[in-house]
């Protein structure tokens, strides 16, 4: 059987990433790059792929199965909207769009031309949020009462160097990493239904934040705690923490979330499990059954690719939808007026 031929446009960090993975895919092949920046001809030219400088040469002359979009966040909506109209399935990376208002617009377009997308937020793909789903769907932990998580790390200079666009209003530590977050939340917790922010500009003097202190309501009455920062020299995050990402040194004692319920905790993730062997016998006073819960790690960037694959041929449904997309970047919005106001910003009202 012939592989499923996928271009990507972006030729940046996420867009080589997606590049290797497709060419090592059993089941996809990488066809085309499409970037029109002189940096991409190198990463063209190394994969063997030939290189369009727009979408639209790309669809008149070497049309692919699938696009991955993975171009800064200002054009994810223009170029979604230009691969719909040539029935062109696409993941498209995260955010879906930079504003609320120009995701709904993406999302009404989608439903109305029922087009395949799933947006990239890679980590839904990921074994252990498999696995850490999984044991709060068990009723393990008793009820969600709340959790505790943060994302912190230290972006070099080089960083904003490389991509001036991440220093302006549309990136920033928000939108582009906890968005991640809002995901990973929302699937384990439910949906967040309010949020109080504190954020700071302070250290790196950008238009866009640096640090932020969340707090979160979730619709079943769970509370939340998060400490996102990209210039805390911390390895609290994912990226340091789940070992997935080879390119980050990681720390096998760290966790970013503690996830708590009225009869145990689990932190992720190392999934270490502490949970009272009898419900009917629980106090501060009484000893936790502990231990680890046995789970496999794998590139969630390579289940993505897969799963990208067998939505392009019909044989699945995207596991994270556009709708879902908009959910998370309502979330990310919500927390950048809510730290704008210094109010709480419930998103079922916004």
């Keep these: 059987m012939s592989k499923t031929r996928i271009a990507v446009a972006g030729a940046g960090y996420i867009g080589l990433a997606h590049m290797a993975v497709a060419r090592t895919s059993p089941s996809c092949t990488l066809s085309a790059v499409v970037d029109p920046a002189p940096g991409a001809a190198p990463a063209a030219a190394h994969a063997g792929v030939p290189l369009f400088r727009s979408l639209e040469e790309l669809i008149a002359k070497d049309r692919p199965d699938g696009v ?27 955010p879906i769009a930079p504003t609320v208002a120009e995701g709904e617009r993406l999302l009404n377009e989608v439903e109305a031309k ?20 999984q044991v709060i769907e068990s009723g393990v932990l008793g009820r969600l009462v709340a959790v505790m998580g943060s994302a912190t790390f230290f972006k070099p200079d080089q960083y904003f160097a490389d991509a001036p666009w991440r220093r302006e209003i549309g990136a920033g530590p928000i939108l582009l990493n906890m968005i991640h977050e809002a995901h990973n939340l929302r699937m384990l917790c439910g949906e967040v239904v309010a949020v109080q922010a504190f954020a700071s500009h302070a250290v790196r003097g950008f238009p866009v934040e640096y640090t932020v202190a969340i707090n979160l309501r979730f619709a079943s009455g769970a509370l939340g705690t998060f400490m996102l920062s990209d210039t805390a020299a911390c390895p609290r995050s994912w990226e340091q923490t789940s070992q997935e990402n080879k390119a980050y040194a990681t720390y096998e004692d760290e966790d970013c979330y503690v996830i708590a319920g009225t009869n145990g905790s689990l932190s992720v993730p190392t999934m270490r499990l502490k949970a009272y062997s009898r419900p009917d016998d629980r106090s501060w006073w009484k000893p936790f059954e502990v231990g680890v819960v046995s789970m496999v790690r794998d590139d969630p960037l390579k289940h993505q690719l897969e799963h990208f694959g067998a939505v392009i041929r019909g044989e699945a449904d995207p596991l994270v939808s556009a709708r879902d997309g908009l959910a998370n970047l309502r979330v990310t919005e919500a927390i950048v007026a809510a730290a704008r106001s210094g109010s709480t910003v419930d998103i079922r009202r916004s």
């Design 68 to 94: 991955i979009l993975a171009t800064p966040n200002q054009l994810h909506v223009e170029h979604a909207l230009r691969c719909i109209e040539a029935s062109l399935p696409i993941l498209l990376e995260k």
């Design 114 to 133: 029922r087009a395949r997308v799933l947006i990239g937020h890679h980590r839904a793909h990921s074994p252990i949020m498999a696995k850490a789903r």
